[in-house]
């Protein structure tokens, strides 16, 4: 999994505090995706983004979750006022370009609230 | 409601036989399907994928085989390596939607 860097890949929160998570994707990749996945689950799409755009948010939870993906840094996956439901293991994939090119995943950062 | 499905949670094999891997889908819209492998503590790496164009798909020991009108995939694996132990993801997408649906995985273990 070479490429794709998350980090932190482990972080401990508190409820009620905010979990930043970050995604530098592969070199040459502009399009990046978020994953999350619970235990004895697969994986479930959040959120997809390109450079300063985000293009399809149908994934992610309506409140205390954002994604952005600036023009320079890494992508950051936000989320507000963790609860422990929002215990699990967060994903980061990035691909060259759309159209179906297989995405390329980072090892993940695993949220625990305490 | 899940549209992507890999109702086996498990598969043991010995060594040096083959692994088959099944997968089943609801969604007559997606048309193009991935596996991915998985260790504990690592992200998913790409194995293989198939356009729907095709029935098959062939690298090295790994063959994916579709089925379309039975909206069903395999992964066949042969001959099977303890290294091939791992947790088994089938996803799927259909054109224009970068979204993966991913199944929950089938846990293959190789014995030697």
């Known amino acids: 999994n070479a490429g794709v860097m998350q980090n932190p890949r482990h972080l401990v929160r508190r409820r009620g505090q905010e979990a930043r998570l970050r995604c530098s994707p592969m070199?040459?990749?502009?399009?990046v995706y978020w994953y999350r996945q619970l235990p004895e689950e697969g994986l479930k799409f959040m959120v997809y983004l390109q450079k300063e755009n985000i293009i399809d948010e149908s994934g992610m939870p309506k409140e205390r979750f954002s994604a952005e993906f600036p023009k320079e840094g890494p992508s950051i996956l936000r989320i507000q006022q963790v609860v422990r439901g929002d215990s699990a293991a967060y994903f980061c994939a990035s691909s060259p370009w759309g159209g179906g090119q297989p995405q390329h995943f980072g090892d993940g950062t695993r949220l625990s609230i305490l | 409601d899940q549209q992507v499905k890999q109702n086996s949670p498990s598969l043991s094999v010995q060594e040096g036989r083959i692994s088959i891997l099944n997968c089943d889908y609801t969604?007559?819209?997606?048309?193009?399907f991935l596996w991915y492998k998985k260790y504990p503590a690592e992200g998913p790496t790409f194995l293989i994928s198939?356009?729907?164009?095709?029935d098959k798909n062939e690298d090295g020991r790994f063959t994916v085989f579709l089925n379309k009108s039975a909206k069903h995939l395999s992964l066949h694996i042969v001959p099977s390596q303890p290294g091939d132990s791992a947790v088994y993801f089938c996803a799927a997408t259909q054109g224009g939607s970068e979204k993966l649906v991913f199944g929950k995985g089938t846990k293959l273990t190789v014995n030697p």
């Open positions: 070199k040459g990749h502009s399009h």
């Open positions: 198939i356009s729907s164009i095709k």
């Open positions: 969604n007559s819209m997606f048309d193009y």
